[in-house]
């Protein structure tokens, strides 16, 4: 139950952090790439996972004829795929950028 309620601290806290007043043009104009050499290769590792996502949603809607009820299942498996990817990647970020 710890880690859930921690998981659920993190989420909070970074909401907070996300919905922080600032100004209209430093969120349009303000691009930092912590790190990486470029803003285009840290767009480009940003996008990995929800690129992986959509393969994943692919690749089950590929295999979907072996599913018994599959019109029930495998909407319900995608969404709970996508669901979690959002959830793990928010966690991930969350523990990327600490909050200052």
């Known amino acids: 139950m710890r880690p859930v309620l921690w998981c659920v601290e993190r989420m909070l806290i970074g909401l907070e952090r ?31 996972a929800s690129i992986g996502d959509l393969i994943g949603a692919d690749s089950s809607v590929h ?21 979690m990817n959002y959830i793990l990647g928010f966690i991930t970020i969350s523990e990327l950028h600490p909050f200052r």
């Open 18 to 48: 996300v919905m922080a007043p600032r100004s209209d043009s430093s969120v349009l104009t303000t691009f930092t790439t912590n790190g990486w050499s470029s803003a285009g290769v840290a767009s480009l590792v940003g996008i990995s």
């Open 63 to 83: 295999l979907s004829e072996e599913l018994k009820n599959a019109s029930w299942i495998l909407p319900r498996s995608m969404i709970a795929t996508a669901l």
